[in-house]
């Protein structure tokens, strides 16, 4: 049996994605006795969105997990993301839903669907986990028009067309789940209408 204190990570990538997590370095110069400087060194990255693409800007993550239980981690895909474990869990840092940004006309329609099965299998050095219930939010840019098991229907409302969708879900962990990294990655498709 695991104890408590046993932690695994669980992050899923977006098709083509390499999950990591952000990394932050802080160096401290001592200069004298009387003075300390301090900086700070961060990764930059922008992305430029072709017309009528999809391009992934971060890896689904549910952060660290505590527990040998078993239970769920759902993770809502919301600007600001939380996530919410079930009893005999307890999740640490920050979770992220997965997002993907786009690019067509104001106004226009397009429908995103799910990754096959609505699942996505996580793995690493224990059981494998799955990712369940795919949820998508397109709010503010895109707002929604139809849902059906498969595809989530939009309509673009940005006057230059951009626009942002994040994707979370559930993530189901086993009771005794050896601590590790997982990962698994899942396709998202994108039909402009």
């Keep these: 049996m695991r104890s408590l204190s046993s932690i695994l990570r669980a992050c899923a990538k977006g098709r083509f994605a390499v999950c990591g997590s952000f990394a932050a370095a802080l160096a401290l110069t001592p200069t004298g006795a009387a003075a300390q400087s301090e900086s700070a060194s961060f990764d930059a990255r922008a992305a430029l969105i072709e017309p009528l693409t999809i391009t992934k800007l971060a890896d689904l993550?549910?952060?660290?997990?505590?527990?040998?239980?078993?239970?769920?981690?759902?993770?809502?895909?919301?600007?600001?993301?939380t996530c919410t474990a079930s009893a005999?869990?307890?999740?640490?840092?920050?979770?992220?839903?997965?997002?993907f940004g786009g690019s067509a006309s104001f106004n226009q329609r397009v429908r995103i669907r799910r990754p096959v099965g609505n699942t996505i299998t996580l793995t690493g050095p224990g059981d494998?986990?799955?990712?369940?219930?795919?949820?998508i939010n397109g709010s503010p840019s895109l707002r929604r028009v139809r849902s059906n098991p498969n595809w989530e229907r939009f309509r673009i409302d940005t006057l230059d067309g951009t626009f942002i969708f994040r994707v979370g879900g559930t993530l189901n962990v086993n009771p005794n789940q050896?601590?590790?990294?997982?990962?698994g990655t899942f396709e998202i498709r994108i039909d402009y209408q």
Excluded: H
Excluded at 93 to 99: E, L, M
């Design 61 to 81: 993550d549910f952060g660290d997990i505590i527990g040998s239980s078993g239970g769920t981690i759902v993770l809502t895909p919301d600007a600001l993301a």
């Design 128 to 135: 494998d986990m799955t990712v369940t219930d795919i949820t």
């Design 178 to 183: 050896g601590p590790g990294l997982y990962t």
């Design 88 to 99: 005999g869990l307890v999740q640490t840092n920050q979770c992220q839903p997965a997002v």
